[in-house]
C-alpha cells in the first residue's frame, strides 16, 4: 500500500516558474529512485528527470538547464523547480517512484496520479 501525492500543476505565462512535488508514503521499506515523466497530447510519454538514492541526477536534454530535480532528505519527497517554461512543457507530469516494500528482495515501481502544467499566454 503505497500513495504518491502530486502538486504544484497549473497555468503559467511563458517564462514563468512552477514547482512540483510528489510526496510518497505508505509500506515503504526504501526509495532508490524518484523520477518525472510527462505526456502531452499525441505524443509518447518521456522521462523528464530522475534522482537516485545518492546525488546522481539526469535530465531530457530540452529540459537542461531550466530544471532541477532534488530530493528531501527528511522525507520520502521529490521536488522539480521549472523555470523558464515554454508552451512546450506543457504536458501531463507524472511522479514515479522505485523502492523496496516488504524486502530488498522485491524492487517495486510506483506512479502517481499526473498533475496538469499549461505554459500559454
Known amino acids: 500500500q503505497v500513495q504518491l501525492v502530486e502538486s504544484g500543476g497549473g497555468v503559467v505565462q511563458p517564462g514563468g516558474s512552477l514547482r512540483l512535488s510528489c510526496a510518497a508514503s505508505?509500506?515503504?521499506?526504501?526509495?532508490?529512485?524518484m523520477g518525472w515523466y510527462r505526456q502531452a497530447p499525441g505524443k509518447q510519454r518521456e522521462l523528464v528527470a530522475t534522482i537516485t538514492s545518492g546525488v546522481s541526477t539526469s535530465y531530457l536534454d530540452s529540459v537542461k538547464g531550466r530544471f532541477t530535480i532534488s530530493r528531501d532528505s527528511g522525507e520520502n519527497t521529490v521536488y522539480l523547480q521549472m523555470k523558464n517554461l515554454k508552451p512546450e512543457d506543457t504536458a501531463v507530469y507524472y511522479c514515479k517512484i522505485g523502492y523496496f516494500g516488504a524486502s530488498y528482495s522485491s524492487p517495486r515501481e510506483y506512479w502517481g496520479q499526473g498533475t496538469q502544467v499549461t505554459v500559454s499566454s
Open positions: 505508505g509500506s515503504i521499506l526504501s526509495i532508490n529512485t
